[in-house]
Structures are given as structure tokens and as C-alpha cells.
């Protein structure tokens, strides 16, 4: 167990909707970073958020937000969904960004647009 | 631009017979170089970290080994739990790089 736990496991939803994975960081990490995983594909960066503010974007499309709020948990916010949207969404979390150590990650959210 | 790339992107053992992945890096200031293990479904579980050129670092069977242009993960006898999707990643500006990954098969 990393720590790191996300809900949900899975979600299924119609394309055009929208949904919002939550994200709760090990105790006393400040980082949460979000990935994607498609099928086959590497993992790729979304988004970084540090105390509560945004660090670093990655490829997240407009229709991607995020936040991370006073407690520290981490929501990600995906809107009028489309197939291509399916996949793997994990959630990491590491100490603070001025230590260079490794991030911890959570099981994922498998997201089915259908 | 920080790159990572993984190499062979498949690889199929037999038990007890030894390997080794590969992981080149290019990062303007290696911070940080980590492996980790996937399993089908599952969220990365983090293996080793690795700071500097020379170092090495050992878990059972996985020994991790650091040159200033790449990692090798060696695998030493192993068996069919071994069998996963090895990541590779270095730490880039406020992000993890990843690779793509070696898919192991480790057969009985």
C-alpha cells in the first residue's frame, strides 16, 4: 500500500459528461501530480499542484481541470467527455518540489466513456 | 527536451534465466533517476531511486545500476512473479518523465 488512494476504482459514464476523480495524498506529501494511461500507452503528465497551487502543465486538455485543496486531497475534473477519453487516471504524491525523491502512486480511477 | 527510452519494449525469460532492461536518459541536470514496477490495472509501485553515475541499489532479485547516460534494472534468476511491466522515469521540472516501459514475461 503506497498511501496514495484514489476514488473511484472505476466509472463508467457517457460521452459529453462529466466526472471528477479524487485523489488523497500520503501524510505529509505537499505534491499531488496527476497521469494519464491510455491502453498500451506510457504513462503521461497532466498536471502538478504544490500546497494548493498549480506547478506544471502537461498536454491536460481545456476540457481538464484540477485542484488541490487546504487539506491537501487532490480532485480532477474531466468534462463532456469523449471515447478517446478512456483510460487509466493515476494520482502520485512526494514530499515537497525542492526534494528531488520519488513520488508514490495510487491504484487509479480506470474511466470508461462510452 | 528531458527524454526517456526504454528498451527492449518486450521481453520473455525463462525462469532462472538473467537479463537486463535498459533506460536512456536525456534531462538537462539528472535529479532524480526511479524505477518502478506496473502490474496489468495497477498504479506504478516505486523499486529504487538513483542520484548519481556509479551508484547502485539491490532488492531481492532487481539490481539497479546508474551511468550519466543510462540505467540498466538487472534481473537476476528470475521467477514467474516477476513478471510486469518495468518503468523507468526521471525527475524533470516539477514533473516525472516516464518511459514507456519493458514488459517482462518471466515463464515457468
Known amino acids: 500500500d503506497s498511501g496514495v488512494t484514489q476514488t473511484p476504482k472505476h466509472l463508467i459514464t457517457a460521452t459529453g459528461q462529466r466526472v471528477t476523480l479524487r485523489c488523497s495524498p500520503r501524510?505529509?506529501?505537499?505534491?499531488v501530480y496527476w497521469y494519464q494511461q491510455s491502453l498500451d500507452q506510457g504513462l503521461q503528465f497532466l498536471i502538478h499542484?504544490?500546497?494548493?497551487?498549480?506547478?506544471a502543465k502537461g498536454n491536460i486538455l481545456e476540457r481538464f481541470s484540477a485542484q488541490q485543496f487546504p487539506d491537501l486531497h487532490s480532485e480532477l475534473n474531466l468534462s463532456s467527455l469523449e471515447l478517446g477519453d478512456s483510460a487509466l487516471y493515476f494520482c502520485?504524491?512526494?514530499?515537497?518540489?525542492?526534494?528531488?525523491?520519488?513520488?508514490?502512486f495510487g491504484q487509479g480511477t480506470r474511466l470508461t466513456v462510452v | 527536451e528531458d527524454q526517456v527510452t526504454q528498451s527492449p519494449e518486450a521481453l520473455r525469460l525463462q525462469e532462472g534465466e538473467s537479463s537486463s532492461l535498459n533506460c536512456s536518459y536525456t534531462?538537462?541536470?539528472?535529479?532524480?533517476l526511479f524505477w518502478y514496477r506496473q502490474d496489468p490495472g495497477k498504479g506504478p509501485e516505486f523499486l529504487f531511486t538513483?542520484?548519481?553515475a556509479g551508484e547502485e541499489k539491490e532488492k531481492e532479485r532487481l539490481k539497479a545500476t546508474l551511468t550519466k547516460k543510462e540505467s540498466f534494472l538487472h534481473i537476476t534468476a528470475p521467477k514467474p512473479e516477476d513478471s510486469a511491466t518495468y518503468l523507468c522515469?526521471?525527475?524533470?521540472?516539477?514533473?516525472?518523465?516516464f518511459g514507456t516501459g519493458t514488459r517482462l514475461k518471466v515463464l515457468a
Open positions: 522515469a526521471v525527475r524533470g521540472t516539477y514533473k516525472y518523465i
Open positions: 502520485a504524491s512526494s514530499l515537497p518540489t525542492d526534494l528531488n525523491t520519488e513520488a508514490f
Open positions: 501524510s505529509g506529501d505537499l505534491s
Open positions: 534531462v538537462s541536470g539528472l535529479r532524480g
Open positions: 538513483l542520484y548519481s
Open positions: 499542484y504544490y500546497n494548493g497551487e498549480e506547478r
